[in-house]
T-cell receptor
Framework: GQSLEQPSEVTAVEGAIVQINCTYQ??????LSWYQQHDGGAPTFLSY????GLEETGRFSSFLSRSDSYGYLLLQELQMKDSASYFCALQAAGNKLTFGGGTRVLVKP | GAVVSQHPSWVICKSGTSVKIECRSLDFQATTMFWYRQFPKQSLMLMAT?????????EQGVEKDKFLINHASLTLSTLTVTSAHPEDSSFYIC?????????????FGPGTRLLVL
């Protein structure tokens, strides 16, 4: 089976940097994705890592270390609109996704 | 960008009735779609994989006779919650993978909130 662990909640101020860690266990690794979900909304895709290293997309970056079964999402220059839940998700055969429990990010003025 | 729609966006029904939820890929073809369920303050749980022209694949613990899935075309999958009960009240979300994109991104629909009274 697959399992993922991420912190339940993070609080930071506008302009700060937040790192959300995700550790996982899986028998077969295809990739690690990150999704953002605002309250009442659907998840939106942020980033995907299949290989080790850093992927940068604007203010958001994602990192993967397959040897450590570990990844993180980095949110830079935090804005109020970044208050949301962030999920890491393991990609499995057949493109099936297993989601972590989610990290609720609260951005304060 | 790729858009996935769901209908209805919310539904309230009486216990014992059946509810059908549609998931459409609007500007791409999707051989495979996925159905998730999310309870308040919880994560998304994959219920089943919907395959165009063949039977859906259900995750362990999901009753296939209760959650009927039909994927009759490359742009439409439906989930029918049969004989719904209050414990089926949840946020149902579908996603689709673009056959022509060659990438691993799944595009999510806006979700359907189901409340069973």
């Amino acid at each position: 089976g697959q399992s993922l662990e991420q912190p339940s909640e993070v609080t930071a101020v506008e302009g700060a940097i937040v790192q959300i860690n995700c550790t996982y266990q899986t028998s077969g690794f295809y990739g690690l994705s990150w999704y953002q979900q605002h309250d009442g909304g659907a998840p939106t895709f942020l980033s995907y890592n299949a290989l080790d290293g850093l992927e940068e997309t604007g203010r958001f970056s994602s990192f993967l270390s397959r040897s450590d079964s570990y990844g993180y999402l980095l949110l830079q220059e935090l804005q109020m609109k970044d208050s949301a839940s962030y999920f890491c998700a393991l990609q499995a055969a057949g493109n099936k996704l297993t989601f972590g429990g989610g990290t609720r990010v609260l951005v304060k003025p | 960008g790729a858009v996935v729609s769901q209908h209805p966006s919310w539904v309230i029904c009486k216990s014992g009735t059946s509810v059908k939820i549609e998931c459409r890929s609007l500007d791409f073809q999707a051989t495979t779609m996925f159905w998730y369920r999310q309870f308040p303050k919880q994560s998304l749980m994959l219920m089943a994989t919907s395959n165009e022209g063949s039977k859906a694949t259900y995750e362990q613990g999901v009753e296939k006779d209760k959650f009927l899935i039909n994927h009759a075309s490359l742009t439409l999958s439906t989930l029918t919650v049969t004989s719904a009960h209050p414990e089926d009240s949840s946020f149902y979300i579908c996603s689709a993978r673009d056959d022509g994109a060659g990438e691993e991104t799944q595009y999510f629909g806006p979700g359907t909130r189901l409340l069973v009274l």
